[in-house]
């Protein structure tokens, strides 16, 4: 896929992202990366941040990885502090940890949809909470991702459903209380994407591939590039007047209602 935008966009800024070490998440900072932005990531698992990392680099980046859990504040404030200190002060941020297992709300938990909350959730507001006084202002860019399930209700998908659609309420707030300060902050919602553990979940053939596909308008399956370009777009002038909004991006997928299809992150 090619990109509409210039090589080295994002040069000599310093990108964070939270959940950065596989899927989507992984694809966006791959691709600040090759626009020339050095990238912090974070995540649970020090042995897929390290492939992440390798990841980056291959394709001629910088970056470095943080162990945290992003439901642990002080967790994610340590990991901030030692990316500014290797990296620099923050011009982009992206929330992106996420978490999801399908099943009715009568068999679920207390813990286990408190267990998505708490990552989905409280984690955005964890790393937006701690960034802040990191972020280079103005200028700074904060990119929470969101799901469908935000606004189209899901069977055996209410902790996602409640989650994220805190999130996106979240993101409008901060974009009101953080404008002062020269903040954008946005969303972005991702519909069916190819190469993801969601999808893996949802399609997990290539016939289940192909009938996900036949309900998207656009006719096929995101690409990881498809959302890490939007991502980009967000990060740079182009989109300098633009916050508290919510771009999905999902194919047309969502117009439909998702019915009864659970789709993770």
Same mark, same amino acid.
């Given at each position: 896929?090619?990109?509409?935008? +210039?090589?080295? %966009?994002?040069?000599?800024?310093?990108?964070?992202?939270?959940?950065?070490?596989?899927?989507?998440?992984? =694809?966006?900072?791959? !691709?600040?990366?090759?626009?020339?932005?050095?990238?912090? %990531?974070?995540?649970? /698992?020090?042995?897929? =941040?390290?492939?992440?990392?390798?990841?980056? +680099?291959?394709?001629?980046?910088?970056?470095?990885?943080?162990?945290?859990?992003?439901?642990?504040?002080?967790?994610?404030?340590?990991?901030?502090?030692?990316?500014?200190? !290797?990296?620099?002060? %923050?011009?982009?941020?992206? $929330?992106?940890?996420?978490? $999801?297992?399908?099943?009715?709300?009568? =068999?679920?938990?207390? /813990?286990?949809?408190?267990?998505?909350?708490?990552?989905?959730?409280?984690?955005?507001? /964890?790393?937006?909470?701690?960034?802040?006084?990191?972020? !280079?202002?103005?200028?700074?860019?904060?990119? $929470?991702?969101?799901?469908? +399930?935000?606004? @189209?209700?899901?069977?055996?998908?209410?902790?996602?459903? @409640?989650?994220?659609?805190?999130?996106?309420?979240?993101?409008?707030?901060?974009?009101?209380?953080?404008?002062?300060?020269?903040?954008?902050? $946005?969303?972005?919602?991702?519909?069916?994407? @190819?190469?993801?553990?969601?999808?893996?979940?949802?399609?997990?053939?290539?016939?289940?591939?192909?009938?996900?596909? !036949?309900?998207?308008?656009?006719?096929?399956?995101?690409?990881?590039?498809?959302?890490?370009?939007?991502?980009?777009?967000?990060?740079?002038?182009?989109? @300098?007047?633009?916050?508290?909004?919510?771009?999905?991006?999902? =194919?047309?997928?969502? %117009?439909?209602?998702?019915?009864?299809?659970?789709?993770?992150?």
């Amino acid at each position: 896929m090619s990109s509409v935008f +210039q090589e080295g %966009l994002l040069r000599g800024r310093h990108a964070f992202v939270a959940g950065g070490t596989s899927g989507i998440n992984l =694809g966006i900072a791959r !691709r600040l990366s090759q626009a020339g932005a050095r990238v912090s %990531l974070l995540g649970r /698992n020090p042995e897929r =941040g390290q492939r992440a990392v390798e990841a980056v +680099q291959a394709a001629g980046g910088e970056a470095a990885f943080y162990p945290a859990d992003v439901r642990e504040y002080a967790a994610v404030e340590r990991s901030l502090r030692a990316a500014v200190e !290797r990296f620099g002060p %923050l011009d982009v941020l992206v $929330n992106g940890a996420a978490g $999801n297992f399908p099943a009715p709300l009568l =068999g679920m938990s207390s /813990n286990g949809f408190r267990a998505v909350v708490d990552i989905d959730l409280v984690g955005t507001f /964890n790393g937006c909470r701690a960034a802040f006084e990191h972020l !280079r202002q103005p200028g700074g860019v904060v990119v $929470n991702v969101s799901a469908p +399930q935000a606004f @189209a209700p899901a069977p055996f998908q209410g902790h996602v459903c @409640a989650a994220k659609a805190g999130v996106d309420m979240l993101t409008r707030v901060l974009a009101m209380e953080w404008g002062g300060a020269g903040v954008r902050v $946005n969303a972005i919602t991702p519909g069916p994407i @190819a190469g993801t553990e969601g999808m893996e979940r949802l399609a997990g053939t290539p016939e289940d591939a192909a009938r996900v596909a !036949r309900t998207v308008p656009l006719g096929r399956l995101g690409t990881l590039e498809d959302v890490a370009e939007v991502v980009l777009f967000l990060c740079t002038p182009a989109a @300098a007047y633009i916050t508290g909004a919510v771009l999905v991006c999902d =194919g047309g997928w969502s %117009l439909g209602g998702l019915g009864s299809m659970a789709l993770g992150g």
